[in-house]
């Protein structure tokens, strides 16, 4: 069981999606196989998580003529990495998620951060000195090459990840096609508030990642908070008899966010989804809501805007 948030579009995209960030090769393949199996009908991808194909076999064993699901049945988002924002490669880098999730569209193409790298193969080109190649290649430029891909229909619509409300902004001044989702950190450690109404009042819908305060991130360190561990949640969980992640997950639907959680374990694979069953009173809500002490997790790779040639 799922429930759906319908996009302006007319796209209907469920609330709940699997999240494969972080999730390894190795794990990702049984990852989906499960969530499927479970009933989510959304997975959340990426180039840059460098596990694509492997999400790609899972979705071969079950979407497609003769097997269980239409292509239709199932949404599926990817993301258009940093390298890939001149627009002479921004359709070659489409077309190949698409080959590696074995889909001959996406429903979502979003532009992973509104920065451009140097481009080339590697993920994170460097200096000698480690510091990070930029471009200076504008996103406006970029999102005009993603608009042609709504137009090839290599993809139904497109959006935006990591950006603020004013980048938001000038791409909707631009746009020929809308932004119809903005792909940004929020939890209760950064419930995102003032970006949630400012989308929610251009008519972009945010979807939340780490919803769950992704405390498997690689640069974790012991004495930050763990959101998942937090007595306060504990105590309004057990109220409700579910579980924290569960009781955060529900916090997101019902302020209109839709949230992917990554999880690899089967359990809680299938708990993540089951949260259709209760609703936090005003009060919980709230009292989620005040936890707010703009946590940061998921550092962005660039804190400023003008941006150097290597
Ligand atoms: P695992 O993948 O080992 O199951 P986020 O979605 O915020 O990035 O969080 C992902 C982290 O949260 C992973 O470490 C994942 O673990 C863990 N996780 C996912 N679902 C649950 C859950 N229901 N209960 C506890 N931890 C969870």
Redesign the pocket.
Known sequence: MNTFVTLSTRQRMPVIGL?T???TSG?VKQ?VHTALECGYRHFDCAAAYENEKEVGEALALWVGPGKALQREEVFVTSKLWNTKHDPQDVEEACRTSLADLGLSYLDLYLMHWPIAFQRGKELMPRKEDGSICYSDTHYRDTWTAMESLVDRGLVKAIGLSNFNARQTDDIISMARHKPIVNQVEC?PYLSQADLLSHCRSVGVCVTA?????????PWASANEPS??ADPRLGAIAQRYKK????VI?RWHIQRGVV???????P???Q??LNVFDFSLSEEDTKSIESFYHNKR?IAPTVERESVERC
């Open positions: 999240g960030w972080k999730s794990q990852a939890h990642y780490s919803p769950l305060g992704s405390g498997d991130r959101l998942l579980t924290p992640a569960q997950l949230c992917i959680p990554k999880s690899v374990t359990s809680r694979i708990q993540n997790f």
